[in-house]
């Protein structure tokens, strides 16, 4: 059990970059031990995105996208922001048309997961989509994307793949994982 901690007080945020994508904020704050620090951090934007985890016949469907930081194609589930006024499950389905082709007719919430929250605010929701049927929509990606698919069975294995190494795709793996398993669908 952790215990509780008193957050640190926020004496002054202050803008010291800015892009056309990103603002670094400096977070001058003053801890109740008498410390004080300055943190950078993004600017929290308050907006979510959601990962889909497509399941049909036994497979996971999976796309290709290119991944400018790495400056390679990497192998992942379909995901994107939340737009103003969608609810998770409207963004799944619409990210999962536009980068997969496919929509769902079941979606589940899996988990709600943070990245490098030392530095950003961001959450994404972790979705489970079944029932697939063949639907596409034109999305804001310069390229196709291609869909692998891979089987149940080899769930595992996905890990041993070189571009398929990013975080929130490997937590979401496990995550699925699980949750067949608590189906009765998977055996591990």
């Not at 907006?47 to 990497?74: F, K, N, S, T």
Request: charged residues 25%; glycine residues 6%; negative net charge.
């Amino acid at each position: 059990m952790t215990r509780q901690l008193q957050k640190p007080e926020i004496l002054n945020v202050e803008t010291v970059a800015q892009s056309r994508l990103f603002t670094v904020e400096a977070v001058d704050l003053s801890f109740s031990n008498g410390a004080r620090r300055v943190y950078e951090r993004m600017r929290p934007s308050g907006r979510e995105a959601v990962m889909i985890v497509p399941i049909i016949d036994d497979h996971l469907i999976l796309i290709q996208e290119y991944a400018v930081g790495l400056e390679c194609y990497e192998l992942g589930f379909p995901k994107g922001l939340i737009d103003p006024g969608e609810t998770v499950f409207e963004a799944a389905n619409r990210e999962l048309k536009e980068e997969a082709g496919f929509g769902a007719a079941a979606l589940e919430t899996l988990s709600k997961l943070t990245m490098a929250p030392s530095y950003f605010s961001s959450k994404m929701n972790i979705v489970v989509a079944e029932g697939l049927y063949p639907e596409k929509l034109e999305g804001d990606e310069p390229e196709p994307m291609p869909v692998v698919r891979w089987p149940l069975e080899n769930l595992l294995t996905l890990l041993e793949e070189p571009d398929f190494r990013e975080a929130r795709n490997v937590s979401a793996l496990f995550l699925v994982r699980e949750w067949l398993v608590k189906q009765g669908r998977l055996n591990y």
